[in-house]
């Protein structure tokens, strides 16, 4: 099971500095995620990231989505294969299925019609 193997504290430090890039990535994308650099400051970036995973609307997926950037979320941080281990596998699922479930309910939301204004 691959949250019960231990990973390196490298691995861990290299995860936490990405998690602190994210606030540089959003910010070229044209917004601040105040509370989740907060968050990962004050918590680590593997311990923030198990906490908002479970915690809809908190991690700037939706606005990424919007910017088509996707790939530069935190559930994708946590997909990566290096990153892994560090996480449980509910943690992993969850994190698979907020990606999964964004996108899709994204380009439903892009193609349905809109009722015109009545004349």
Do not use: I, W
């Not at 990973?7 to 500095?17: I, L, N």
């Amino acid at each position: 099971m691959r949250g019960s193997r231990v990973a390196s504290p490298a691995v861990e430090a290299r995860f936490h500095k990405e998690m602190m890039g994210l606030y540089d990535r959003f910010a070229d994308l044209g917004f601040r995620p105040v509370l989740l650099r907060r968050f990962v400051l004050l918590n680590g970036g593997v311990a923030a990231a198990k906490e908002l995973v479970f915690k809809p609307g908190t991690t700037g997926l939706e606005r990424l989505l919007d910017a088509g950037k996707a790939e530069l979320s935190m559930e994708a941080l946590m997909l990566r294969p290096e990153y892994q281990r560090l996480f449980s596998e509910l943690e992993l699922k969850e994190a698979t299925q907020r990606l999964a479930n964004a996108t899709r309910s994204r380009s439903r939301g892009r193609l349905q019609a809109q009722p015109s204004q009545p004349k």
